[in-house]
């Protein structure tokens, strides 16, 4: 249990189904007790069997952290596995986490000047099943950008441009994309953390 763990009420840590610096760094903030384990899962698989059977785009989030949350639940039934997935969606099209650098200043070239929305989902299961599920949007309107002030926002935020969907954290460098955000700053960090917590106080884990 880490120092800031005070609030977190379980006999043992909350497990984390993802290998997401930022959701492991947003609960710890929060004082909850975490273990983190990564998930197996065919991520692009789950996203096609989703859509082929008429599931909306935005609802690709809500199916991957079941399916993450499932992966893992089996190895440790009896404890509370937390998993999450995060799907930008521009003028109907999905966008994912770029591959490389000239990938996302392609990616972000084409949502520069456009809105897209950002749905974050949650999944919390215990022995094999899915006991609770959240989800949250937010609204992102990035300015119209020159190819000179991508190549440049890419280079200067390097590792942050590949590892996040849509190209850009926030948090960081990222802030620079944008003209106006409608929504809550979890949803778009990856996490809804106010449901979250609502659910596990709920379930008397957190104060």
Known sequence: MTAQATFWRGDRPLILASGSATR????EAAGVSVEVI??????RAIEAEFLAVGGPP???AAALAEAKALSVS???SDRIVLAADQMLICEGRPFHKPEDAAAAARQIAKL?????????????ARDNQI???GTSSATLAMRPLTPDF????VGQAG????????GYQLEGLGIHLFEAIEGDHFTILGLPMLSLLATLRDLDLVA
């Open 24 to 27: 492991l760094q947003l609960l």
């Open 38 to 43: 990564k998930p197996v899962v065919d991520e």
């Open 58 to 60: 935005a609802g690709v």
């Open 74 to 76: 089996p190895r440790h």
């Open 112 to 124: 520069a000047g456009r809105k897209h929305v950002l749905t974050s989902a949650f999944a919390l």
């Open 131 to 133: 006991i609770s599920r």
């Open 150 to 153: 991508i190549e440049d926002y």
């Open 159 to 166: 590792q942050a441009a590949i590892t996040s969907v849509g």
